[in-house]
T-cell receptor, first 113, second 114 residues
Framework: DAKTTQPPSMDCAEGRAANLPCNHS???????VYWYRQIHSQGPQYIIH???NNETNEMASLIITEDRKSSTLILPHATLRDTAVYYC??????????????FGQGTELSVKP | GAVVSQHPSRVICKSGTSVKIECRSL??????MFWYRQFPKQSLMLMAT?????????EQGVEKDKFLINHASLTLSTLTVTSAHPEDSSFYIC??????????FGQGTRLTVV
């Protein structure tokens, strides 16, 4: 079973920041949080991942709470092309390589003009 | 650029026939690949873990005799849906892990069994 909980859907205005929450209250100490997104009829696209520190790359920022029980993916300036289903995943099996990626239901983000 | 190539992107087959889906690692050697299945309006479900040179590991409820996985080289894993039926119609996706920290997915294969 998936170990994460996300809201099923969210809306965001174009140009504004999109903040997508994720709960992972049973996360283990050596498990990473990964974020992927899936645009209709395509394979999932990697966005970002982290262990306990906040992370930022060219696509997004990942904020992980100090107790690691939840995280937030931030798209700083959402565009229409960011409309997709966003998956928050805890990497089962420990470590940062291999292991199962178990997908939950994700959040369907709709960016509106 | 893409690190995973999945082929075909779409396939339509008749009920009772078999379909082979290929997943290729383009930039590096992959000892492990993963196969997922996704039904409409649903999330991805892990089907099996493909291990180079050995038998695949199947998730509970996935028939290993129906979904044949072959990982004969470090750059290629194949999934064959045998004796396909309409209920096997789905979106099949492979995944490859790099040596650092990222997992990449193929473009997916839309299988329609008629």
């Amino acid at each position: 079973d998936a170990k994460t909980t996300q809201p099923p859907s969210m809306d965001c205005a174009e140009g504004r920041a999109a903040n997508l929450p994720c709960n992972h209250s049973t996360i283990s100490g050596n498990e990473y949080v990964y974020w992927y997104r899936q645009i209709h009829s395509q394979g999932p696209q990697y966005i970002i991942h982290g262990l306990k520190n906040n992370e930022t790359n060219e696509m997004a920022s990942l904020i992980i709470t100090e107790d690691r029980k939840s995280s937030t993916l931030i798209l700083p300036h959402a565009t229409l092309r960011d409309t997709a289903v966003y998956y928050c995943i805890v990497r089962v099996g420990g470590g940062n390589q291999g292991g199962k990626l178990i997908f939950g239901q994700g959040t369907e983000l709709s960016v509106k003009p | 650029g893409a690190v995973v190539s999945q082929h075909p992107s779409r396939v339509i087959c008749k009920s009772g026939t078999s379909v082979k889906i290929e997943c290729r690692s383009l930039d590096f050697q992959a000892t492990t690949m993963f196969w997922y299945r996704q039904f409409p309006k649903q999330s991805l479900m892990l089907m099996a873990t493909s291990n180079e040179g050995s038998k695949a590991t199947y998730e509970q409820g996935v028939e290993k005799d129906k979904f044949l996985i072959n990982h004969a080289s470090l750059t290629l894993s194949t999934l064959t849906v045998t004796s396909a039926h309409p209920e096997d119609s789905s979106f099949y996706i492979c995944r490859i892990d790099t040596m650092n920290t990222e997992a990449f997915f193929g473009q997916g294969t839309r299988l329609t069994v008629v």
